[in-house]
């Protein structure tokens, strides 16, 4: 208890028995709440920022499977998207910083602001994702989502955002003209065949491991 920590869930993705598919093992211990609630693995956890490498990695194949390079300007796919969102520059910055931001930079933190993603109560109905994106200083967006205006030259250094990944779900959703979850049904089952073959069969199938991590055999950088 020295952290805090009340209750953990584990969850171990094992090898199948031949159909193709992994399945999962879960463990829980602990307590859900200060109640004495018990933890179950049907209890819902926060997992915060490691929904990152996940979206990227979907975005990463997306992005190949469609032929869009992952150096395209965001605001020239947003608009062959149809979207009306645009990146902007903040205030004093030069405006062409927001014509540069690039696809792979709103997923390694060089290109955008908006460190945190803040919330939603689930018993309010969640905002469509371009409200959240679509604030500024003037105009907050709804639950004091921070504006996403450029104040960096992308790519010129790190910095923690989970705005890039708000502007990855938006682009997504227009172009497909569904919510992002319906889009990765697919390829959530097609990662859970990937590992369980990287598991269950050695060395020769390994080359998928940096396909999952945004790279093609034979360990080439995705375009």
């Not at 979207?83 to 540069?100: D, H, I, K, Y």
């Not at 504006?147 to 959703?173: D, N, T, W």
Request: proline letters at 7%.
């Amino acid at each position: 208890m020295f952290h805090g920590v009340s209750g953990v869930s584990i969850a171990a993705l094992c090898p199948s028995t031949g159909n193709g598919d992994a399945t999962v093992a879960t463990q829980t211990a602990g307590l859900a709440d200060s109640a004495g609630t018990p933890l179950f693995d049907s209890t819902l956890l926060q997992i915060a920022s490691l929904s990152k490498p996940i979206a990227a990695t979907f975005a990463v194949e997306y992005f190949a499977e469609a032929g869009i390079s992952l150096e395209a300007s965001v605001n020239d796919a947003l608009a062959a998207a149809g979207s009306p969102l645009r990146l902007r520059a903040a205030a004093g910055m030069p405006a062409e910083w927001a014509e540069t931001v690039t696809l792979r930079q709103t997923m390694d933190h060089t290109g955008l602001g908006m460190h945190y993603v803040n919330g939603v109560p689930r018993d309010e109905p969640f905002p469509p994702v371009l409200e959240l994106l679509s604030g500024t200083d003037e105009a907050p967006a709804p639950y004091d989502y921070a504006s996403l205006a450029v104040m960096k030259q992308p790519g010129s250094r790190f910095g923690y955002s989970g705005g890039g990944f708000l502007i990855l779900q938006h682009l997504l959703e227009c172009r497909e003209a569904q919510p992002a979850i319906s889009t990765h049904t697919g390829q959530c089952r097609l990662a859970g065949r990937v590992v369980n073959d990287i598991l269950a069969c050695g060395e020769q199938k390994r080359k998928h491991a940096r396909e999952l991590a945004g790279y093609h055999w034979p360990w080439a950088r995705a375009p």
